[in-house]
């Protein structure tokens, strides 16, 4: 998933409210709501909205007119927590002039920092962890009557199946839903098992259900989101997802089918897939579906059979190679990312040697690179040192991301002469007589403005890139 975006999650759903709900005209309380971290992070911030909406709040852009102010925090890196610490002093600055103003943490840094940042630093009056987002209302209220408000508590099967998220607007077009929620993986370097519990998935029938209204109020694409995908498993007959081998279930490759039957016309994309369990079937069911986008985004974290023990991934560099090779073998045109960290424990030359190597054979189209950062609680914080440098991860790193960018520009010049199916997502952020949109296989294109709109699918000819973005002109709408 792509991580520390940071954006404030107000956009246009103040007008859909107009519309939808006609308490929306008679709520009096606003709620300012921030969201730092992975694309589960926003999506929960859309549970959030609709929780608030349905208890009489309306949402605003400016912090300054805000009765409660939420930020919804990232654990991942420590740079990620830094930011938020960051942004809560401004708050708190804010609120000595505007004492009523309820400030709260959700999501990662919510169960480790609940005390510190309650009562040691006073930063915030509220705390909800990941799965306590339908308590908010309650806490909110206990605040009200001078208290400071927790709920950190993690579930075995909350999945939010029931709310309808209130869209904040990628431009209405594409869309998060989430499928399942939490991890079990226990990858060594990882906090979020920590901080978002058991691994639960949930009813396949409300996520097909989400999409279809999601196509009837004009969205093209949806992204179904979970820590693992491939473990997406639900059992049938028990209406749960108790993972016992006998008894009927829905698994991801079914899963995907059922998603992309609900139109040709909405796009299914998925984040994040496991190299361990990605199943040949997921990669037919792509094949066999024109809407299910070609484009796989499988971390590899490091390209070293060593390194991946070390980090619990549960694959080797041979096995990670075999996977690549079986997403190529059937679906031909397919894209592909990755994450990778550099300088993780005990790491050698040599080692990082090895996840040079293997960028350079599998060549990805895109690449999400990090510095390792040891986290609280983590197997790679109780078993092991933190003992590369700060200067060699960090020249680890940016070598890493040269050879990145000229992978990334070599994909796109490959693109160069070719004809594709654009999705239309709106203006381009940089020019007015430009619009923007993506490829099945995830990359932006930017073309000139034309007699479609956003949502629209159209045929654009590529006629030249950089790393980052193919440029074109559209030949059919
Ligand atoms: N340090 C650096 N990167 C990390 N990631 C997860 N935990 C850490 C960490 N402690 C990266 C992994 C993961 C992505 C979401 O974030 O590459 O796939
Ligand atoms: Fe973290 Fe590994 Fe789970 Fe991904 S699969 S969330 S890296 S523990």
């Not at 484009?295 to 080797?316: A, C, D, F």
Request: charged residues 30%; aromatic residues 6%.
């Amino acid at each position: 998933m792509s991580l520390e975006e940071n954006e404030i999650l107000e956009g246009r759903q103040g007008e859909v409210l107009a519309r939808e709900d006609s308490s929306f005209a008679r709520a009096s309380k606003k709620l300012y709501i921030e969201s730092y971290g992975c694309q589960m992070n926003f999506s929960d911030s859309e549970v959030v909205a609709s929780i608030m909406t349905k208890n009489g709040f309306s949402t605003t852009r400016d912090v300054d007119e805000a009765d409660v102010v939420l930020i919804n925090t990232c654990s991942i890196r420590d740079n990620a927590e830094k930011r938020v610490r960051k942004r809560l002093t401004e708050f708190k600055k804010k609120k000595e002039k505007n004492p009523e103003m309820v400030v709260g943490i959700l999501g990662c840094m919510a169960e480790r920092l609940k005390k510190s940042l309650l009562e040691q630093e006073k930063l915030v009056d509220l705390v909800a962890g990941p799965d306590a987002y339908r308590d908010l209302p309650n806490l909110i209220e206990e605040v009200g009557t001078g208290q400071r408000a927790v709920n950190v508590l993690l579930s075995r099967d909350e999945t939010y199946a029931d709310i309808s998220p209130v869209r904040l607007d990628k431009g209405g077009v594409s869309a998060f839903v989430t499928i399942m929620r939490g991890c079990d993986n226990m990858c060594s370097f990882c906090v979020v098992p920590f901080t978002r519990g058991r691994e639960r998935s949930r009813d396949p029938e409300t996520i097909v259900q989400e999409c279809i209204d999601l196509l009837s109020s004009g969205y093209r694409e949806v992204t179904l989101l979970g820590q693992n995908v491939d473990s997406y498993r639900w059992n049938v007959s028990n209406k749960g997802e108790i993972k016992d081998k006998e008894l009927p279930t829905v698994n991801f490759a079914q899963l995907l089918e059922k998603v992309a039957k609900v139109s040709p016309d909405l796009r299914v994309r998925f984040s994040t897939s496991h190299p361990k369990d990605m199943t040949d079937d997921v990669l037919h069911a792509m094949a066999a579906y024109e809407n299910i986008c070609n484009y796989i985004h499988l971390p590899v974290q490091s390209g070293n059979t060593e390194v991946l023990k070390r980090m619990n991934r549960g694959y080797s560099r041979e096995w990670y190679l075999n996977r690549i090779e079986a997403i190529h073998q059937i679906i031909p045109d397919c894209a592909i990312s990755t994450d990778i960290i550099s300088g993780f424990c005990g790491e050698s030359d040599h080692e990082h040697d090895d996840t040079v190597t293997l960028m350079r054979l599998v060549a990805y189209d895109f690449a999400y690179m990090f510095k390792y950062s040891e986290r609280p609680k983590t197997l790679a914080e109780r078993k092991f040192k933190d003992d590369v440098p700060e200067e060699v991860k960090s020249k680890r790193l940016t070598e890493i991301i040269e050879n990145q960018l000229t992978y990334s520009l070599a994909s796109n010049k490959k693109r160069i002469g070719k004809v594709e199916k654009v999705l239309v997502e709106g203006v381009s952020k940089r020019s007015e007589e430009h619009m923007s949109g993506r490829t099945g296989r995830n990359s932006m294109v930017v073309f000139p403005v034309g007699d479609f709109q956003k949502g629209d699918y159209i045929q654009v000819k590529i006629l030249n890139c950089t790393s980052a973005t193919l440029l074109g002109e559209v030949i059919e709408n």
